[in-house]
């Protein structure tokens, strides 16, 4: 949940890019075709008869006889430079006469075989709002329609229109058809680029629209949709979750290892040694195992392994959870009690005697001998030695007994 949250808020911010960048690639489009003005009004005539012609791949539909521009040198460096800006979406670039006399195509599309005639070519300028521009000097003296259809071809485009004006006068139109997926292939290359997953439309839990520059309807909508928000972060959420508990139980683990010994599940001795430096007070007693080479010698290590797993689940059992129990070597043990006596570490030493010798371990009889210390103001070594002298009195005297000091 806080994965897609915070993949969302990266969405909405990437949103103000995209429709910058669409600002931008339009705006420098404009600009080109501003430029091809003073290319057109530096463009000599030629007497053409009625007909088609076609002049370095522009085509050429003369109604009349008359005097023409050609204009092919400046229309192929127009769409090489706006191809370039908008990544080969060009449909269709026109210019068209007022005069209707005659109309340039690149290419020349069945759908403006129909005739662009004088009327209509003023309806265009009045529709798009473009009477009289040469005017102004600032806003838009060039206008982007809607999206629609083209006739024939269905494709779905958008009209770039900009007016040629001398003295005051409207000479001609220049019409650039831009292929409208070209918002779609932007925004897909942009989702790849920055893995956003930005989306046109209105069915989204998140909607942004804009219009593009110099336009006046159908404005740009993007936005996020949930479905496609929830299956981006799901896999990633179920891998970082699975990663998460992975890393944890390799840190556990790893903690583990470091504290307690993997046999008997007790404090290691490098681990807990440092804190027995520490303390002043003990109630401690020392445990061995009595005769362990020889069980080793006669059933084998691993069942000498599983002795000690035995004798020190069964010490486990007979402690408090708050009492501290540590493998000190091979097979002895330190059991350090808190809040105890003599006479209640006496009691709890012998009920752990009682509780490995009178059940056999895997059908072998073993006993353990203790020896002990309750003290106070003592340091660790010197009650260790203590405890540990009477752990050999335990063991010189039969084993299978108790010895506190």
Aim: with cysteine; hydrophobic share 35%.
């Amino acid at each position: 949940m806080i994965l897609s949250s915070i993949y969302f808020i990266y969405n909405i911010y990437n949103i103000d890019k995209i429709h910058s960048k669409y600002d931008t690639i339009l705006n420098e489009t404009y600009s080109v075709a501003r430029r091809f003005s003073s290319f057109y009004n530096n463009t000599n005539t030629i007497t053409l008869n009625k007909g088609q012609y076609l002049f370095n791949g522009v085509s050429v539909v003369v109604n009349t006889h008359t005097n023409a521009k050609i204009l092919s040198t400046g229309m192929n460096e127009l769409g090489k430079k706006i191809n370039q800006l908008t990544d080969n979406n060009i449909w269709t670039i026109a210019i068209f006469e007022t005069a209707s006399d005659y109309s340039h195509f690149n290419p020349l599309r069945p759908a403006y075989l129909k005739g662009y005639d004088k009327v209509i070519i003023n309806t265009i300028v009045k529709n798009e709002g473009l009477m009289d521009t040469y005017q102004s000097f600032y806003g838009c003296n060039i206008k982007l329609t809607d999206k629609y259809k083209e006739p024939g071809t269905n494709e779905l485009i958008r009209t770039i229109y900009y007016p040629i004006y001398n003295n005051k006068k409207l000479d001609s139109l220049l019409a650039i058809d831009i292929n409208n997926s070209m918002f779609n292939e932007i925004l897909t290359k942009f989702n790849k680029k920055e893995m956003t997953i930005i989306s046109m439309g209105n069915n989204n839990i998140y909607n942004t629209s804009e219009l593009l520059p110099c336009s006046t309807v159908d404005p740009i909508s993007l936005g996020i949709n949930f479905y496609t928000l929830l299956k981006t972060t799901f896999l990633p959420s179920l891998l970082l979750l699975f990663l998460y508990h992975s890393l944890t139980k390799i840190i556990a683990n790893k903690n583990f290892i470091l504290r307690y010994d993997q046999m008997t599940h007790f404090y290691r001795r490098d681990y807990y040694e440092n804190k027995l430096l520490k303390q002043k007070d003990f109630d401690l007693l020392i445990i061995d195992i009595d005769h362990f080479k020889k069980v080793n010698d006669i059933y084998g290590h691993k069942v000498g392994d599983e002795v000690i797993r035995t004798v020190a689940k069964r010490v486990n059992n007979c402690i408090r959870k708050e009492d501290i129990a540590i493998r000190w070597g091979g097979e002895e043990f330190i059991i350090l009690f808190s809040d105890m006596n003599k006479e209640q570490l006496i009691i709890k030493a012998q009920k752990i005697c009682d509780a490995i010798s009178l059940c056999p371990v895997i059908d072998i009889n073993i006993t353990i001998s203790i020896g002990g210390i309750s003290a106070t103001n003592i340091d660790f070594n010197d009650a260790y030695k203590a405890a540990d002298q009477a752990l050999y009195h335990s063991k010189n005297n039969g084993r299978n007994q108790i010895k506190i000091v």
